[in-house]
């Protein structure tokens, strides 16, 4: 049946990618990946059709805007891995979530055209892919440094741009979820409050991507050769504060979670964010010029918050398996070395070694590529 796609078939396909990754057939659930993508191809699912009812129109935009977001669960910015394109995507984002959800029959029957008059209210759907967007772009960027073999005079200037578009985030963010100078604003009561969460996390964890670029010696930053003619520009100073800020964040938020128990299924994104963030903390805490708050026994105790998070949450999920092991080894490693930094920066340092071409390909942890067994037995001529 996979040369006659359906939009069902779609849908029960992307249950299956999920079942797949849950369960380690990394293997599997990529490879299907792409036949959901043809799928969408095939579909026309990427435009418009306003012929179509409101709630039809809305399935069809939801399944693209899926592939989207599943997609970079393999791909984490590598093209080459990508089975579909952004930029290929000419739906509209999804709508509010009360309104695909509404019983209103003037609702259900009313034009898919009439929420877009109404700019101040945005879905938190939408408020996730766009921030996945931008994520996306920031760790293209990266690995686009890391080809670079001379000063790249446009670089301020692109991470100036990158920061303006979490700006302007920040203000749909403030629209749907709120704005809170305290700390996160988790209402448990909620019904999407997983993904106001998540919501919350991922700009944070976006500015965490974005200017650990500065930061010299961490695995993900700049070559040198970028970074050394900025000197003590207004970037490369505010980096190490605005990494700490935001990953501090995240940490007090998975905290605040913690204590609340929530009977709730957490995405995958959030545990990516915890661990990123204490991954952060770690190397932060062993900086010059760190805040006093944050010590290396602090760090660890951080880390060790977001592990037991993930743990938690993510106990039976395989995909989240490469995340626990390389959180717990660098804990381990800060530990026993009495929070010696060159000791413990040395297990990342196996998994960032290379040349730059290496660097550019490198997948993160959590990954789904990543964990697959993916062997080129192309050898086999050899023989």
């Given at each position: 049946?996979?040369?006659?796609?359906?939009?069902?078939?779609?849908?029960?396909?992307?249950?299956?990618?999920?079942?797949?990754?849950?369960?380690?057939?990394?293997?599997?659930?990529?490879?299907?990946?792409?036949?959901?993508?043809?799928h969408?191809?095939?579909?026309?699912?990427?435009?418009?059709?306003?012929?179509l009812?409101?709630?039809?129109?809305?399935?069809?935009?939801?399944?693209?805007?899926?592939?989207?977001?599943?997609?970079?669960?393999?791909?984490?910015g590598?093209?080459?891995?990508?089975?579909?394109?952004?930029?290929?995507?000419?739906?509209q984002?999804?709508?509010?979530?009360?309104?695909?959800?509404?019983?209103?029959p003037?609702?259900?029957?009313?034009?898919?055209t009439?929420?877009v008059?109404d700019?101040?209210?945005?879905?938190?759907?939408?408020l996730?892919?766009?921030?996945?967007?931008?994520?996306?772009?920031?760790?293209?960027?990266t690995?686009?440094?890391a080809?670079?073999?001379q000063?790249?005079?446009?670089?301020?200037?692109?991470?100036?741009?990158?920061?303006m578009?979490?700006?302007?985030?920040?203000?749909?963010?403030?629209?749907?979820?709120?704005?809170?100078?305290?700390?996160?604003?988790?209402?448990p009561?909620?019904?999407?409050?997983v993904?106001s969460?998540?919501?919350?996390?991922a700009?944070?964890?976006?500015?965490?991507d974005?200017?650990?670029?500065?930061?010299?010696?961490?695995?993900?930053?700049?070559?040198?050769?970028v970074?050394?003619?900025?000197?003590?520009?207004?970037y490369?100073?505010?980096?190490?504060?605005?990494?700490?800020?935001?990953?501090?964040?995240?940490v007090e938020?998975?905290?605040?979670?913690?204590?609340?128990?929530?009977?709730?299924?957490?995405?995958?994104?959030?545990?990516?964010?915890?661990?990123?963030?204490?991954?952060?903390?770690?190397?932060?805490?062993?900086?010059?010029?760190?805040?006093?708050q944050?010590?290396?026994?602090?760090?660890?105790s951080?880390?060790?918050?977001?592990?037991?998070?993930?743990k938690?949450?993510?106990v039976?999920?395989?995909?989240?398996?490469?995340?626990?092991?390389?959180?717990s080894?660098?804990?381990?490693?800060?530990?026993?070395?009495?929070?010696?930094?060159?000791?413990?920066?040395?297990?990342?340092?196996?998994?960032?070694?290379?040349?730059?071409?290496?660097?550019?390909?490198?997948?993160?942890?959590?990954?789904?590529?990543?964990?697959?067994?993916?062997?080129?037995?192309?050898?086999?001529?050899e023989?």
């Amino acid at each position: 049946m996979i040369e006659t796609p359906s939009i069902f078939r779609l849908q029960a396909l992307f249950l299956i990618i999920q079942y797949h990754a849950e369960v380690g057939r990394f293997e599997r659930a990529f490879m299907m990946a792409s036949i959901a993508s043809r799928h969408v191809t095939a579909l026309q699912l990427k435009h418009e059709s306003p012929h179509l009812s409101f709630v039809t129109q809305e399935i069809r935009r939801r399944a693209a805007w899926t592939m989207a977001l599943l997609d970079g669960y393999f791909s984490v910015g590598l093209p080459g891995y990508s089975t579909i394109n952004y930029e290929e995507i000419y739906q509209q984002y999804p709508c509010r979530e009360e309104e695909f959800g509404s019983t209103d029959p003037d609702t259900i029957r009313g034009p898919s055209t009439a929420r877009v008059e109404d700019k101040a209210h945005y879905s938190m759907l939408e408020l996730i892919l766009r921030i996945s967007r931008v994520r996306r772009d920031i760790m293209r960027f990266t690995r686009q440094l890391a080809l670079l073999e001379q000063p790249l005079k446009e670089f301020q200037g692109i991470v100036q741009g990158f920061q303006m578009n979490l700006t302007q985030l920040q203000e749909k963010i403030a629209s749907v979820v709120g704005s809170s100078a305290t700390g996160t604003i988790i209402q448990p009561n909620f019904r999407w409050v997983v993904r106001s969460l998540e919501i919350q996390l991922a700009w944070r964890q976006a500015h965490c991507d974005l200017f650990r670029l500065f930061l010299l010696g961490h695995p993900n930053a700049a070559p040198d050769v970028v970074l050394r003619p900025l000197g003590s520009s207004t970037y490369a100073s505010q980096a190490q504060e605005i990494c700490q800020e935001h990953s501090d964040w995240i940490v007090e938020s998975i905290k605040i979670v913690r204590k609340m128990n929530l009977q709730v299924l957490f995405s995958f994104d959030i545990a990516r964010c915890a661990y990123q963030a204490a991954r952060l903390n770690l190397f932060l805490a062993h900086m010059p010029n760190v805040r006093p708050q944050l010590t290396s026994e602090s760090a660890v105790s951080n880390a060790a918050e977001c592990l037991a998070f993930i743990k938690e949450r993510f106990v039976s999920s395989a995909h989240a398996q490469r995340m626990i092991s390389d959180l717990s080894l660098l804990i381990g490693a800060y530990e026993t070395r009495d929070g010696h930094f060159g000791a413990a920066m040395a297990l990342d340092s196996l998994r960032f070694s290379g040349d730059a071409l290496e660097k550019h390909k490198q997948l993160s942890a959590h990954s789904l590529i990543h964990q697959a067994n993916f062997v080129d037995d192309s050898y086999l001529y050899e023989l």
